[in-house]
């Protein structure tokens, strides 16, 4: 199996190029440390999962941090390092007293939501963030193509390039069944139990960062808002709403997500609104960056065919498709959806300066939404399908 990433290039690129520390963040089990073992075998490795490791670190003297870097060494990873009690403070000290290394540090949420109150690496740090895989990494990675792409946002400077059907050496629509039901989680690859592997994420993994840090007071709580959050997939979020049936306030709504999105479980889209008139312009929808961990949420691995809730969950693998290109290929597109209070809907509206794109993601090709375009004549729309979207 072949396992590349679309980080590959920039993660070696500024190793080479910048003296800066290198902080990958990304949710648990997206696949920071394989990623970097295999890019940097040579490089000295220290997880502060290791309570050895972890004492060290906690005691922020460079002298004792010597212990951790044999002599010779030019590169340090250090895992993991988001469970010191002040990760930013240990990663300034190495920077500084250890200037001769390039150091390179993995975090989850909990790595930039410490580091709001602790010590600044203003100037010190460059992020980057790992999401579960692309589409296009899913693909290589089983040998079904040979080089990564990105699918859909290649084609939005010229969308003459969206036929309604697209002829591929494999077979798209088993393909697409498996990711809906399972979505891309490295470890999901060659699983022997995808479903197991899912619903243990979900129930011991996802909360683990916030409940450590000790923010979210009422953990029945915040599952039940998540799994109202996963059966509302694409929709818009209603706060008040979501409080009344949850029994809880609407400020605790409000931070249990932002929580949420901190933690690369969902993100949000906001609506595009310039015109104005009959405009949604308040509410966000919400989305999974990975739909196997939203269907195991919902205890819902069911095939395609025989559920409901099938063209939603292809919305959301489209989306959030073009939300990880869009970072990890530097696009610069800003993502929002489009409605009306009449009902005219545009699904993911990707707007860069003068440039306005519309996409319409639907189960076959129909007609596109000629209230968009009557609204912003200049702007382009095109329909996503699953016979296309690759």
């Known amino acids: 199996m072949i396992t590349i990433r679309h980080l590959d290039a920039a993660i070696t690129t500024h190793v080479r190029t910048f003296k800066e520390v290198l902080i990958l963040l990304g949710a648990r089990q ?20 290791n309570e050895h490791v972890r004492s060290i670190l906690d005691r922020y003297d460079i002298s004792a941090y010597r212990e951790l ?36 540090v993995t975090g989850s949420s909990a790595f930039w939501i410490k580091n709001r109150t602790t010590e600044s690496l203003a100037g010190r740090k460059i992020e980057y963030h790992l999401f579960p895989l692309t589409m296009s990494e899913y693909l290589v990675q089983t040998g079904s193509a040979q080089q990564l792409y990105y699918p859909i946002l290649r084609h939005t400077g010229d969308h003459a390039k969206f036929p ?53 007071e009422n953990r029945s709580a915040a599952r039940n808002l998540l799994k109202l959050l996963a059966f509302q997939t694409g ?12 029994s809880i306030d609407v400020k605790t709504v409000r931070r249990y997500l932002t929580l949420f999105e901190q933690s690369s479980i969902v993100f949000t889209l906001p609506p595009y609104m310039k015109s104005g008139r009959k405009e949604i312009g308040k509410m966000a929808k919400v989305y999974f960056f990975d ?33 990880k290109a869009n970072v990890y290929g530097h696009f610069g597109y800003q993502l929002h959806f489009w409605r009306t209070t009449d009902g005219s809907e545009v699904d993911l509206v990707l707007s860069k300066g003068d440039t306005l794109i519309g996409l319409e993601v639907k ?20 329909t996503i399908t699953p016979n296309n979207y690759l």
């Open 235 to 246: 929709n818009l979020v209603n706060f008040s709403e979501l409080a009344e049936k949850l």
């Open 164 to 216: 309604s059907e697209r002829i591929y050496p494999f077979d798209l629509s088993a393909i697409t069944q498996s990711v809906m039901r399972y979505g891309l989680y490295p470890a999901t690859v060659g699983h022997s139990n995808k479903e197991l592997y899912l619903t243990n994420l979900a129930e011991s993994v996802v909360f683990r960062d916030l409940l450590e840090l000790s923010l979210i």
């Open 363 to 382: 189960s076959s090709s129909r007609r596109t939404n000629q209230a968009f375009l009557n609204r912003y004549p200049t702007a382009t729309l095109s």
């Open 69 to 104: 870097v044999p002599r010779g060494t030019t590169m340090l990873i250090l895992d993991e390092v988001h469970l010191l009690k002040d990760p930013g403070r240990a990663v300034k000290i190495l920077y500084d007293q250890l200037p001769e290394i390039r150091l390179i």
């Open 30 to 49: 997206v696949g920071k440390t394989t990623m970097l073992t295999r890019l940097f075998p040579q490089a000295q490795y220290a997880t502060v999962d």
């Open 291 to 323: 739909v196997g961990l939203r269907n195991a949420i919902i205890g819902n691995f069911n095939p395609m065919n025989s559920r409901p809730d099938s063209g939603a969950l292809f919305e959301n693998l489209v989306v959030s498709e073009c939300y």
